[in-house]
């Protein structure tokens, strides 16, 4: 089955900072690769996602890259809020078959 | 957008006693759910994965017994903890696939069950 690393588990960066947190997947067929956000004691939420025809997404302050060959992704966050301090899961999968398959999650603080 | 709603956030139950999760879709049909379980500080553990109408597909070492999964219809899906004991305490999350997006998933807000 898949394998899903991410790395660092734990980032601390100072508001107005970047933070760039990185996953590594082992599947070739995975074609899917969502981002989310889970603040605590709530459900995941997407916060971006990118399939395998697309090298890069953004969306405001949050980037998304992919590289196919390497099989790494990365998300990027710029101007970094206090609010986004959050534990951040990558995931990889094949969409057809349905299931994701979860990094371990980075702890993301961001101070004021 | 896609919304999923999951009920009870919270419960606590006692020793031995079953509790049932509720997990449905609100605004589009969910072809496929996936349960998982969270521990403290950890990642998503997928249980198993239901299509409608169809008996849930378990992981290895879930206990498809004990974790009771109902994929009745288009929006709902349930799970039921039953004869729950202390170790079974843990965040469950819920999951829905479908709409026209053949990649969207979309989570449920969670339910943080104790067993006291």
């Known amino acids: 089955g898949e394998n899903v690393e991410q790395h660092p588990s734990t980032l601390s960066v100072q508001e107005g900072d970047s933070a760039v947190i990185k996953c590594t997947y082992s599947d070739s067929a995975s074609n899917y690769f969502p981002w989310y956000k889970q603040e605590l004691g709530k459900g995941p939420q997407l916060i971006i996602d990118i399939r395998s025809n697309v090298g890069e997404k953004k969306d405001q302050r949050i980037a998304v890259t992919l590289n196919k060959t390497a099989k790494h992704f990365s998300l990027h966050i710029t101007e970094t809020q206090p609010e986004d301090s959050a534990v951040y899961f990558c995931?990889?999968?094949?969409?057809?078959?349905?299931?994701?398959?979860f990094g371990r999650g980075t702890q993301l603080t961001v101070w004021p | 957008g896609a919304v999923v709603s999951q009920h009870p956030s919270w419960v606590i139950c006692k020793s031995g006693t079953s509790v049932k999760i509720e997990c449905r879709s609100l605004d589009f049909q969910a072809t496929t759910m996936f349960w998982y379980r969270q521990f403290p500080k950890q990642s998503l553990m997928l249980m198993a994965t239901?299509?409608?109408?169809?008996?849930?597909?378990?992981e290895q070492g879930v206990e498809k017994d004990k974790f009771l999964i109902n994929h009745a219809s288009l929006t709902l899906s349930t799970l039921t903890v039953t004869s729950a004991h202390p170790e079974d305490s843990s965040f469950y999350i819920c999951?829905?696939?479908?709409?026209?997006?053949?990649?969207?998933?979309?989570f449920g807000s969670g339910t943080r069950l104790t067993v006291v």
């Open positions: 239901s299509n409608e109408g169809s008996k849930a597909t378990y």
């Open positions: 999951s829905a696939k479908g709409g026209t997006d053949n990649y969207g998933y979309t």
């Open positions: 995931a990889a999968g094949v969409s057809t078959l349905g299931r994701l398959y």
